[in-house]
């Protein structure tokens, strides 16, 4: 972990979105926490060009993980694919960035620097980069827990401020069991971000997702692998755009306030509640990794002591700090207050704060899709056209249009405000993998 100066750390700002009145004997309290960070390499959530000039910008140290199993020649376009989406990430390398591209199989080996070591990103070490990706060719198995660990012993060699993993496979986990996998991520957690790309329709989605999920990056599937170079441009991109790693919200609750969960809920649904680690009396920090230039929004809920008509109380104090190897801290100056206040207003106390209604529909949809592929695959299609009914109605109503489009793949929609399907009696195996993938995205809520 580093140390920031003021210099180069974006400027963070936190809004709170609530409906802080409880009718008499109300205990939960719901609140939307937007955090928006200005000042690194890419614009909103869309990604664009980094803004530094060659040699400026965040120390930063990056290992491309590929998929080099027998699979990868079945088509050989996936290999030929691979090769070609490391290379275009290679050249998206901001100079100075170190960097390492990783081949694995059963086993994981350095392609590139190799002994080691991480290179040193210019033109001349891009070139030798892309030259060793020759040596790349299909054969062997899968354990990624095994790339995962190399990565992790190349990225901490270098004294950098941001360290990011790539990693694209094409098969399932097969060469090592789920629990040396999550070992291996338990292992790297908190270490450097990865985003995980699935590559045709081979693989477990579950088990990318998971990855992602675990190291706090982004997964998706790309069904074509003509698709990979650009998705792997769009990755680096977005990764030479971070400013500053290793972010917590910190979240204290006075005496006989409980958490109840803290999620983030946009740009995807991702549950923190159980990554809490403990900071201080009644306080805990949960990780949201490396930020750029972008805005996230994060679902806290607490539940507080009752307390009688018109008294008010603050029910939590949510801030952002980047926590330090010696146990002080880094307060990156935004905060926001959740309060509760007891009234006999009915009108006030049942209103549901319009982000705070937006964002457990978001949660909602997620579950639905989750749980309506799961039931299909089991063979019970009455309760997958339930749920994925409650899908479509849900993305209907928030206006998720993305969401909406993938479901119209796998259910043919009769009434889409009413969540009246039917489960369509062929479905592509990319389209199917495709919503499972980005089943957790969502939109903003409208303002």
């Known amino acids: 972990m580093a140390n920031f100066s003021k210099s180069n750390v974006p400027q963070f700002s936190m809004d709170v979105y609530q409906n802080e009145y409880l009718p008499e004997g109300g205990r939960e309290v719901n609140a939307i926490v937007t955090v928006s960070a200005t000042g690194g390499g890419t614009i909103g959530n ?7 000039t060659p040699g400026q910008g965040p120390s930063a140290a990056v290992a491309i993980m590929v998929d080099c199993s027998g699979s990868m020649d079945y088509p050989p376009t996936k290999m030929r694919g691979g090769r070609d989406a490391t290379a275009a990430a290679i050249d998206t390398l901001r100079d100075g960035v170190h960097f390492a591209v990783i081949d694995g199989t059963h086993v994981a080996k350095e392609v590139y620097p190799g002994g ?118 769009q990755m680096m991109e977005t990764a030479m755009g971070k400013e500053v790693a290793d972010v917590a919200l910190r979240v204290w609750t006075p ?13 995807t649904v991702e549950e923190l509640t159980d990554r809490r680690t403990e900071s201080g009396p009644r306080s805990g920090d949960y990780p949201t990794g490396s930020w750029g230039d972008e805005s996230r929004d994060y679902h806290v809920c607490v539940e507080v002591p009752v307390a009688g008509l018109g008294q008010e109380m603050l029910a939590a104090r949510v801030s952002l700090v980047i926590p330090q190897p010696d146990g002080s801290v880094q307060n990156l100056g935004a905060q926001g207050l959740v309060r509760a206040v007891w009234t006999d207003d009915m009108v006030a106390s049942t209103s549901i704060n319009p982000q705070v209604a937006h964002y457990t529909g978001q949660a909602e949809l997620a579950q639905a899709i989750q749980q309506g592929l799961d039931l299909r695959k089991a063979g019970d299609m ?65 303002k």
């Open 46 to 52: 869309a990604v664009a060009a980094p803004l530094y």
């Open 382 to 446: 009455d309760g997958a056209t339930a749920k994925l009914g409650r899908a479509v109605q849900l993305a209907s109503a928030s206006g998720n249009a993305d969401t909406a489009k993938l479901l119209a793949k796998v259910v043919d929609v009769v009434d889409a405000a009413a969540g009246t399907v039917r489960l369509k009696a062929k479905v592509a195996e990319a389209d199917e993998m495709t919503l499972e993938t980005r089943s957790t995205k969502t939109v903003r809520v409208k």
């Open 116 to 233: 080691g070591r991480l290179a040193v990103a210019d033109a001349t070490t891009r070139d030798q980069a892309k030259q060793a990706l020759r040596k790349l060719s299909a054969g062997g198995g899968t354990a990624i827990g095994t790339w995962l660990r190399l990565a992790d012993r190349l990225l901490s060699s270098a004294d950098v401020a941001i360290r990011h993993g790539i990693l694209l496979t094409d098969g399932r986990n097969e060469h090592e069991s789920p629990e040396d996998l999550r070992a291996a991520l338990d292992a790297c957690a908190g270490r450097f971000t990865c985003d995980a790309r699935g590559v045709g329709t081979d693989w477990e989605v579950k088990e990318v997702t998971g990855i992602a999920s675990a190291l706090l990056g982004t997964a998706d599937i790309v069904a074509d692998p003509a698709g990979l170079a650009a998705d792997f441009t």
């Open 255 to 267: 005496v006989g306030t409980t958490i109840k969960f803290v999620k983030q809920v946009a740009p």
